[in-house]
Nanobody, 128 residues
Framework: QVQLVESGGGLVQAGGSLRVSCAAS????????MGWFRQTPGKEREFVAA??????????DYAYSMKGRFTISRDNTKNTVYLQMNSLKPEDTAVYYC???????????????????WGQGTQVTVSS
C-alpha cells in the first residue's frame, strides 16, 4: 500500500501561481501512475493531470483546460509528485486530490476509478 499526503494549497489571486505537493510513503511512488484530480461541492471529481510510472517513461497527460497552465512532475528522490499551477483562475478553486494507481497500456489513467490510493486533499482558492 501507499499513503499520500497533499500540501501546498492556499489562497492566491487570479493570475497567480501555486505549487501543490503529494508526498508518498509506504511504497515508492515511482512504480505508480500518479494523478491529480479536483472537486468542488456538488460536482464529480475532475481529472487535472497525471504522470505515468517511471518504468513507463513518466508520460504526462492533462485535462484540456489545464494544458499550458499546469505542469505535473515527480521527484523520485523525494518520493513526491508536484502540480505547478500558473495563470490561475477563480474557476480553478477546488479541493485538489493526489492519487496513485497503475498505468493503462503504458499511459497514466485519467479516470478516478483507475486509481487505488488517494490523499486527503488540499484546498486551493483563487480570488478574483
Amino acid at each position: 500500500q501507499v499513503q499520500l499526503v497533499e500540501s501546498g494549497g492556499g489562497l492566491v489571486q487570479a493570475g497567480g501561481s501555486l505549487r501543490v505537493s503529494c508526498a508518498a510513503s509506504g511504497r515508492t511512488a515511482s512504480g505508480y501512475a500518479m494523478g491529480w484530480f479536483r472537486q468542488t461541492p456538488g460536482k464529480e471529481r475532475e481529472f487535472v493531470a497525471a504522470i505515468s510510472s517511471t518504468s513507463s517513461g513518466g508520460t504526462t497527460d492533462y485535462a484540456y483546460s489545464m494544458k499550458g497552465r499546469f505542469t505535473i512532475s515527480r521527484d523520485n528522490t523525494k518520493n513526491t509528485v508536484y502540480l505547478q499551477m500558473n495563470s490561475l483562475k477563480p474557476e480553478d478553486t477546488a479541493v485538489y486530490y493526489c492519487a496513485a494507481g497503475a498505468d493503462v497500456i503504458g499511459r497514466p489513467p485519467v479516470r478516478p476509478t483507475n486509481y487505488n490510493y488517494w490523499g486527503q486533499g488540499t484546498q486551493v482558492t483563487v480570488s478574483s
